[in-house]
């Protein structure tokens, strides 16, 4: 390994010494201080001081590439999801069709056509559409062929179980969300911002308990479920409508009437239907298939809508989103598959909204209308402390405060328990458009950098359904919110703290591999707080990287050449490899009981000069004569220029392979 020399002789330690005993006798002599005294004794460095070299890492990055040009992108064609029109009444020509056609792979309609119930005239060199002869009874012999039969029937019995086992608050729940607005429904998921944002948008409903008989009509909700859009509400109207734009050229009806799939009422008699939304049950069957699920698209596209101006409650609303979902299920009223493929095409038509439709001349303005209102309405001043009190209420205010509950729910609803029947190997890829669904969340990213993200956390390979050429089906929006899922190049994240918001704090929970490297990069924080494993090292440039648990700098060498890396974890932060520290930086560890905050290498330390600041965990008071083992490897170079331990008097001890420090008062 390439090394650079410093010569440090006396320099890096004789001299912090002599100021520190300095400051001991000044405070014997001015009878006390809050500010730390520290002694230094032990093994003097060595006169020359070798540094080693940053990380190699692997010397390329990432890429997330599109589909084969052959595959049509949903971004673009999105005007083509229409029925009654002749020209987009096939899977080639129809977007809203295409993206959920792995359906074709479990169930063959009776035609491979939009016609349930439809015709169009001939247009140019498309021939007229007839109705099809599909009643929409299952088994009378006008329906279509199951052709994967483990995989249907397990979807009919999730629901035949999940309605017989349902209980009174899943009813309601069920109940409310089929006849109530959907975006008024998910906007719940904004949690100690919900009312904020029902105020801002004017939101109503007027369905708020289940009704007391079974004669209530379906869809009589006097409310109006977005809110008030455009210059009738001037404080949050553009922020309204582009909440309402995620709608546009996103009907689930052509995918209905090419597929002719039965809802799971009419294949089972075992599927307990909420007894209040009986009479909403369709009377025409040819013209009421169950895939997709309209209710369960549409949350998914106001929830992306709401996440994108409201980032702050991101993964939360989503899994409301997807709530929303299944909930379908336990009404009775949907099947697993109809869900999912109402997920997959309401991700793709809000991404196609903001990127090439309505919603991309207002998107900025959108954001900056939503974050000013709701940082009013919270008393709030910047995005960060918006942030906060975004997640300032407990489990029994915030029923989404638990983020791992959140993402095992999430996770769950995106394949409900569906064995693969595909290969499970394919490699990733990523929409064309995808990366602006993660726009506000992590803005500090490139685009490319963030398509990358959404294809190091995308779902394998395999699962029914979600195998459509784009890559719309395995997505995986809420861990794309925690970050990479993987360094498979080196990747540098340049944050800049005078942005405010993400673009100033961010925090990666996901469970990082790989083999490449990762730089901070600008002023601004990030913190990891997953069970890394990544390989290609970790380098300190500028700004803050926070360490939140023993396995958060992967494995390989840490370099801090710039800036402050906190060392805030549960136990003592691993280094697998050696660490090396340069003049003008700071470490930073939060120390606490069980080893916490301490930094152990297994390989050599080196340290340059810089600070060392020393905190205690909330809780760890440590005594006077309590020896704390601060940072140790296999061997140890070099000292701290100054160590800090505010309103402690401690000695600092070198050894040949770590520092101590002694309380002394």
Not at 257 to 280: D, M
Not at 429 to 456: F, H, I, M
């Amino acid at each position: 390994m390439r090394n650079l020399s410093i010569s440090a002789a006396a320099g890096i330690a004789r001299r912090p010494m002599a100021l520190s005993l300095i400051a001991a006798l000044c405070l014997v002599a001015c009878g006390g201080s809050n500010d730390a005294v520290v002694v230094d004794s032990g093994v003097p460095p060595t006169s020359t001081l070798v540094v080693p070299a940053p990380p190699k890492g692997l010397g390329t990055v990432d890429a997330a590439p599109l589909a084969a040009a052959s595959v049509l992108p949903y971004v673009d064609n999105a005007f083509s999801n229409q029925r009654g029109d002749a020209r987009y009444a096939t899977l080639d020509t129809n977007a809203g069709v295409r993206v959920v056609a792995g359906m074709l792979d479990i169930w063959t309609p009776s035609s491979l056509i939009v016609d349930a119930g439809q015709t169009a005239p001939a247009s140019g060199s498309f021939p007229a559409v007839t109705a099809s002869t599909w009643t929409g009874i299952p088994g009378d012999g006008t329906d279509g062929t199951v052709k994967n039969a483990t995989v249907h029937n397990a979807n009919i019995q999730y629901v035949v179980s999940a309605t017989t086992a349902r209980t009174p608050a899943q009813e309601l729940a069920a109940y409310l969300d089929d006849r109530r607005g959907k975006a008024y429904s998910i906007s719940d998921g904004m949690g100690p911002l919900t009312a904020a944002w029902r105020a801002a948008a004017q939101q109503t409903t007027t369905i708020t308990a289940i009704a007391p008989d079974a004669t209530t009509v379906l869809y009589n909700d006097g409310g109006n479920n977005v809110g008030v859009a455009g210059s009738a509400n001037a404080a949050f109207g553009t922020a309204v409508q582009f909440v309402a734009n995620v709608g546009e050229n996103a009907s689930t009806e052509p995918a209905k009437r090419f597929f002719k799939y039965a809802r799971p009422w009419r294949w089972s008699t075992g599927v307990a239907v909420v007894p209040a939304l009986l009479p909403a049950r369709s009377l025409t069957p040819a013209t009421d298939g169950g895939y997709i699920s309209g209710h369960s698209a549409e949350a998914t596209r106001g929830a992306v809508g709401m996440a994108y101006v409201a980032p702050q409650r991101f993964q939360e609303i989503l899994a409301r989103g997807l709530e929303l979902g299944e909930n379908r299920i336990l009404a009775g009223m949907h099947s697993p598959m109809d869900v999912i493929g109402g997920r997959v095409q309401g991700q793709a038509a809000a991404a196609a909204s903001i990127v090439t439709g309505s919603n991309l001349a207002i998107k900025t303005a959108a954001f900056q209308q939503a974050q000013a209102a709701l940082m009013a309405a919270a008393g709030v001043t910047t995005a960060a402390a918006l942030n906060d009190f975004a997640h300032s209420q407990s489990l029994a205010s915030d029923r989404f405060a638990d983020h791992a509950a959140n993402k095992a729910a999430y996770l769950r609803r995106l394949t409900y328990g569906f064995a693969p029947i595909g290969d499970t190997t394919r490699a990733a890829v990523v929409p064309k458009g995808a990366e602006v669904l993660l726009e506000t969340r992590q803005p500090y990213l490139a685009a490319d950098q963030r398509r990358v993200v959404l294809k190091t956390t995308a779902l394998a390979s395999g699962y029914p359904l979600l195998d459509d050429a784009e890559g719309w089906g395995r997505l995986n929006l809420f861990d794309a919110a925690d970050g990479y899922g993987r360094f498979a190049g080196d990747v540098s994240v340049t944050m800049d703290a005078a942005a405010g918001g993400f673009s100033a704090a961010d925090s990666w929970r996901n469970d990082i591999g790989g083999a490449g490297k990762l730089t901070k990069l600008g002023t601004g924080a990030l913190t990891l707080a997953g069970n890394n494993s990544y390989t290609g090292g970790t380098q300190i440039s500028a700004g803050v990287l926070r360490a939140a648990s023993a396995t958060a700098l992967g494995k390989g060498d840490v370099y801090l050449g710039g800036g402050m890396l906190v060392s805030q974890g549960a136990a003592t932060l691993a280094v697998t490899g050696g660490y090396t520290q340069l003049a003008d930086t700071t470490l930073q560890m939060v120390i606490g009981g069980n080893g916490a905050g301490r930094v152990r290498a297994t390989g050599a330390v080196v340290i340059a000069g810089g600070t060392l600041n020393i905190g205690f965990a909330p809780g760890y008071t440590p005594t006077v004569g309590d020896t704390i083992n601060v940072i140790s490897g296999a061997s140890l170079a070099g000292r701290f220029a100054t160590i800090t331990v505010p309103g402690r008097q401690v000695t600092a001890t070198y050894t040949a392979t770590g520092l101590t420090l002694r309380i002394d008062a």
